[in-house]
């Protein structure tokens, strides 16, 4: 599996960013596509994710109500809108894939970096 994110740059807070994931390599029916981030200094933590099948979506609560994941079965990319940025969100992002059943992902992109300044 590969997967290439883009979209990354330095933005001020309130802007809007948005990254994407292009995924190759296997058929995603069962499989789950998310966003994770690290800041410096920081672990990494979860963002956001999808089922590649019914479209479903989660988030953390850092990012409800500003973040939206989507994905596009045709193209197989999976697209992080990034709106009302704040410095916080500052940090490399991830794009990774797990299958259904497991409870971590099983591949992962090489990310890219998210600069948001005040």
């Known amino acids: 599996v590969q997967l290439q994110a883009s979209g990354g740059g330095l933005v001020q807070a309130g802007d809007s960013l948005r990254l994407s994931c292009a995924a190759s390599?296997?058929?995603?029916?069962?499989?789950?596509m998310g966003w994770f981030r690290q800041a410096p200094g920081k672990e990494r933590e979860f963002v956001a994710d999808?089922?590649?099948?019914?479209?479903?979506?989660n988030y953390a609560d850092s990012v409800k109500g500003r973040f939206t994941i989507s994905r596009d079965k045709a193209n197989n990319t999976v697209d992080l809108q990034m709106n009302t940025l704040e410095p916080e969100d500052t940090a490399r992002y991830y794009c990774a894939v797990r299958r259904s059943m497991s409870r971590q992902p099983n591949w992962w992109g090489q990310g890219t970096q998210v600069t948001v300044s005040s």
């Open positions: 999808i089922t590649w099948n019914l479209g479903s979506t």
């Open positions: 390599g296997r058929t995603f029916t069962n499989h789950v």
